[in-house]
C-alpha cells in the first residue's frame, strides 16, 4: 500500500495563492506517475494536473493551465501544487493521486488516494 497525505489547503481570498504538498510513504516514490484531482459537492471528481516520475512531462485540465504548477521532490517522496490567482471556482476538496507507471488522466486510472485537503477561495 502507499499512503499519501495531503496538507496546505486553507480559506484564502480570490487573486491569493496556496502551495499543497502531498507526502507519500509505503512504496518507491519514482515508480509512480503523481497527480491532483478535486471534487466541489455535487459534483464529480476532476483532474487537475499530472507529472511523470522524473518531472519531465506535466499535463493540466485547461481551467487552471497557466495558474497552478505540479512538481515533485523526488529525494522527499513528495508532490506539490501551487496554485496562483486563486478564483471562488476552485473551491474544493484536493485530492492527490498515484498511479504505478502510466500516465493518470481519469479518476478511474487512479491505484491510490489521499484523504483530501480543503480550498475555500472567497470573492
Known amino acids: 500500500q502507499m499512503q499519501l497525505v495531503e496538507s496546505g489547503g486553507g480559506l484564502v481570498q480570490a487573486g491569493s495563492s496556496l502551495r499543497l504538498s502531498c507526502a507519500t510513504s509505503?512504496?518507491?516514490?519514482?515508480?509512480?506517475?503523481m497527480a491532483w484531482f478535486r471534487q466541489s459537492p455535487g459534483k464529480d471528481r476532476e483532474f487537475v494536473a499530472a507529472?511523470?516520475?522524473?518531472?519531465?512531462?506535466?499535463t493540466y485540465s485547461d481551467s487552471v493551465k497557466g495558474r497552478f504548477t505540479i512538481s515533485r521532490d523526488n529525494p522527499m517522496n513528495t508532490l506539490y501544487l501551487q496554485m496562483n490567482s486563486l478564483k471562488p471556482e476552485d473551491t474544493a476538496v484536493y485530492h492527490c493521486?498515484?498511479?504505478?507507471?502510466?500516465?493518470?488522466?481519469?479518476?478511474?486510472?487512479?491505484?491510490?488516494w489521499g484523504q483530501g485537503t480543503q480550498v475555500t477561495v472567497s470573492a
Open positions: 507529472i511523470n516520475w522524473n518531472g519531465g512531462s506535466t
Open positions: 493521486a498515484a498511479r504505478y507507471h502510466y500516465n493518470i488522466q481519469h479518476q478511474q486510472e487512479v491505484d491510490y
Open positions: 509505503g512504496r518507491t516514490f519514482t515508480y509512480y506517475t
